[in-house]
């Protein structure tokens, strides 16, 4: 299994701030990252994905990636209660198969 | 994506015996992924199930223990052999980026 590293938390942060998760990886032939929300007692869904060194935004959500330092991060702008899950980061060298990482627990206080 | 089924939704089993989860996928595709999240844990992949050939097993996982079948490219199985209660986890089927809704397994 790969190694990808997440800080557990768990993290709280109040309605309407920015919560900062953050994501570390070995391998370095990963090339997709990727991040999931998993609500207590579903699947995981998939909410962002990154393939190049840089920011991507899709509404609340930025994913920012830098392969020198095999870091990836998911920015979550204007934190609501619905927000409240884990986190799951994702590294996967073939774009399919995937290797996650511990996960975070995010709770939004309203 | 994908619409994937996966049946039983849940499932108590005793030990020793064996369980078949089916994974039901609405389109044809090549690769089918296996996972597994035990209790408070991330997931881990299991294994690769390719159409037409063996499965690919990672590390710590063996095809005795996890067989895999791939008959049609809709359609997978995984089997959790000989079960002890260390196998009581959420056993999940992936398609491209997506996932099934789990088996829950409570072996006693």
């Known amino acids: 299994q790969k190694e990808v590293e997440q800080n557990s938390g768990p993290l709280s942060v109040p309605e309407g701030a920015i919560a900062s998760l953050n994501c570390t990886y070995s391998?370095?032939?990963?090339?997709?990252f990727f991040w999931y929300r998993q609500y207590s007692g579903k699947s995981p869904e998939l909410i962002m994905s990154i393939y190049s060194n840089g920011d991507k935004e899709d509404g609340r959500f930025t994913a920012q990636l830098n392969k020198a330092s095999q870091y990836v991060s998911l920015l979550i702008r204007d934190s609501q209660p619905s927000d409240s899950a884990t986190y799951l980061c994702?590294?996967?060298?073939?774009?399919?198969?995937?290797?996650f990482g511990t996960g975070t627990s995010l709770t939004v206080i309203p | 994506s994908a619409v994937i089924s996966q049946k039983p939704s849940r499932d108590i089993c005793q030990r020793g015996t064996s369980l078949t989860i089916q994974c039901q996928v609405d389109s044809q595709v090549t690769m089918m992924f296996w996972y597994r999240q035990q209790p408070g844990q991330s997931l881990t992949l299991i294994a690769t199930?390719?159409?037409?050939?063996?499965?690919?097993?990672e590390s710590g996982f063996v095809i005795d223990k996890f067989p895999i079948s791939r008959p049609n490219l809709t359609f997978s199985t995984l089997t959790v052999s000989n079960m002890s209660p260390e196998d009581s986890s959420i056993y999940l089927c992936s398609v491209e980026r997506d996932f099934g809704q789990g088996t829950r397994l409570t072996v006693v």
């Open positions: 994702a590294v996967s060298p073939t774009g399919n198969q995937f290797y």
């Open positions: 391998d370095r032939v990963s090339q997709s």
């Open positions: 199930a390719n159409q037409g050939s063996e499965a690919t097993y």
